[in-house]
T-cell receptor, first 114, second 115 residues
Framework: DGGITQSPKYLFRKEGQNVTLSCEQN?????MYWYRQDPGQGLRLIYY???????QKGDIAEGYSVSREKKESFPLTVTSAQKNPTAFYLC?????????????FGPGTRLLVL | AQSVTQLDSQVPVFEEAPVELRCNYS??????LFWYVQYPNQGLQLLLK??????LVKGINGFEAEFNKSQTSFHLRKPSVHISDTAEYFC?????????????FGAGTRLAVHP
């Protein structure tokens, strides 16, 4: 079955630690996205990528970094500069990044700070 | 700038009753509108979307929504809900200048269906 996988399902971060969230898709989509979800605030865009080796900051990119070395993969690193990382992180993809396209979401990773 | 307002943070309803989840948006350009559903601890799944044409859009699981340009609304409706419809529902808009598929989400409406 085609889809998006995210791992791990739960992730714990210690103070000063960088952690990486995995996102893989086998939908052959060019565009991929990372969102952060906090209670009562909906989803906010962290980074997006429309093509391999290219990515752009979203609305809340500070304290996060990404890479897009392969079409299928778009990992997100939460750095120690992100002071409030506790949230639910969702990865999504769409065929080409056009504004009319449906975005397909993964199951999410919940990040907690120890 | 674009924005989305979901007017109710929580909507309790009894099983088999009708429900309407309200969504208003603001935008200076033509937009595309989406409703997504999120079940607990899961990702989002598309219910329906409006791109153009008929203002009444039918989606999965018996949901429908009506685009009203004059009132800048895109309310979601279902004539008879089931317990399994208990979830969080997000309205979203895209079409921002710049060309990429940036979705602006509302804060969500939690639908609780009671027996």
């Amino acid at each position: 079955d085609g889809g998006i996988t995210q791992s791990p399902k739960y992730l714990f971060r210690k103070e000063g630690q960088n952690v990486t969230l995995s996102c893989e898709q086998n939908l052959n989509h060019d565009a991929m996205y990372w969102y952060r979800q906090d209670p009562g605030q909906g989803l906010r865009l962290i980074y997006y990528s429309q093509i391999v080796n290219d990515f752009q900051k979203g609305d809340i990119a500070e304290g996060y970094s990404v890479s897009r070395e392969k079409k299928e993969s778009f990992p997100l690193t939460v750095t120690s500069a992100q002071k409030n990382p506790t949230a639910f992180y969702l990865c999504a993809s769409s065929p080409s990044g056009a504004t009319s396209e449906t975005q397909y979401f993964g199951p999410g990773t919940r990040l907690l700070v120890l | 700038a674009q924005s989305v307002t979901q007017l109710d943070s929580q909507v309790p309803v009894f099983e088999e009753a009708p429900v309407e989840l309200r969504c208003n948006y603001s935008s200076s350009v033509s937009v595309y509108l989406f409703w997504y559903v999120q079940y607990p601890n899961q990702g989002l799944q598309l219910l329906l979307k409006y791109l153009s044409g008929s203002t009444l859009v039918k989606g999965i699981n018996g949901f429908e929504a009506e685009f009203n340009k004059s009132q800048t609304s895109f309310h979601l409706r279902k004539p008879s809900v089931h317990i399994s419809d208990t979830a969080e529902y997000f309205c979203a808009v895209s079409g921002a200048p710049g060309g990429y598929n940036k979705l602006i989400f509302g804060a969500g409406t939690r639908l609780a269906v009671h027996p």
